[in-house]
């Protein structure tokens, strides 16, 4: 089935998901989305690049989304891909959906952004606009999390009505990592 991949944030695990995509589509042609949208309004700096590997020094400064548009056709040949060069809005959710749909491809969204903010209200359109958010992750002061969500999870579900039972579950699961450290 062919598939769009809108994603909000363009930093290290953006970074990681568009390499790994890109050689998993070289295994399997399917994996390979038609079209990728990247929104993030901030841009590179030097501190981004230990860890946000598809940037270069000369990047600095930089809008985070257009080099990683730029470094596209290098990594997933033949994807029409867009630079959002803004922080997430509503209405470019809504335009890449009906892009999307119009052209008989399902959309596959991926919340990688830190900010709790973004997540709330990128995964409140989702759900307004009744697609699904499929990944949802982030870096945090004591590591990283990272969520999968697959193809039966209602889409009138967004992070925001779950975000206290999840806080709990990332507590929990914190908790028992260190005792199994121990």
Same mark, same amino acid.
């Given at each position: 089935?062919?598939? =769009?991949? +809108?994603?909000?944030? &363009?930093? @290290?695990?953006?970074?990681?998901?568009? !390499? %790994? *995509?890109?050689?998993?589509?070289?295994?399997?042609?399917?994996?390979?989305?038609?079209?990728?949208?990247?929104?993030?309004?901030?841009?590179?700096?030097?501190?981004?690049?230990?860890?946000?590997?598809?940037?270069?020094?000369?990047?600095?400064?930089?809008?985070?989304?257009?080099?990683?548009?730029?470094?596209?056709?290098?990594?997933?040949?033949?994807?029409?891909?867009?630079?959002?060069?803004?922080?997430?809005?509503?209405?470019?959710? =809504?335009? +890449?959906?009906?892009? &999307?749909? @119009?052209?008989?491809?399902?959309?596959? !969204? %991926? *919340?990688?952004?830190?900010?709790?903010?973004?997540?709330?209200?990128?995964?409140?359109?989702?759900?307004?606009?009744?697609?699904?958010?499929?990944?949802?992750?982030?870096?945090?002061?004591?590591?990283?999390?990272?969520?999968?969500?697959?193809?039966?999870?209602?889409?009138?579900?967004?992070?925001?009505?779950?975000?206290?039972?999840?806080?709990?579950?990332?507590?929990?699961?914190?908790?028992?990592?260190?005792?199994?450290?121990?």
């Amino acid at each position: 089935e062919p598939w =769009a991949l +809108f994603i909000v944030s &363009a930093g @290290a695990l953006t970074n990681g998901l568009l !390499i %790994a *995509l890109s050689h998993a589509s070289r295994l399997h042609p399917a994996l390979r989305p038609r079209r990728v949208a990247i929104c993030d309004g901030d841009t590179i700096s030097t501190s981004n690049l230990n860890r946000q590997i598809l940037y270069e020094f000369e990047d600095r400064g930089r809008p985070k989304s257009a080099v990683l548009v730029e470094r596209l056709p290098e990594l997933l040949e033949g994807v029409a891909a867009t630079a959002l060069e803004r922080h997430f809005e509503a209405a470019d959710l =809504a335009g +890449f959906v009906a892009t &999307a749909k @119009a052209a008989g491809e399902r959309v596959v !969204i %991926a *919340l990688l952004t830190d900010t709790w903010a973004s997540r709330h209200e990128a995964s409140e359109a989702a759900a307004l606009l009744g697609v699904e958010v499929h990944l949802y992750a982030g870096t945090h002061f004591t590591g990283g999390r990272a969520r999968a969500f697959g193809a039966g999870l209602d889409a009138s579900w967004c992070l925001a009505c779950g975000t206290e039972q999840l806080q709990v579950r990332l507590a929990e699961e914190a908790a028992e990592e260190c005792r199994l450290r121990e």
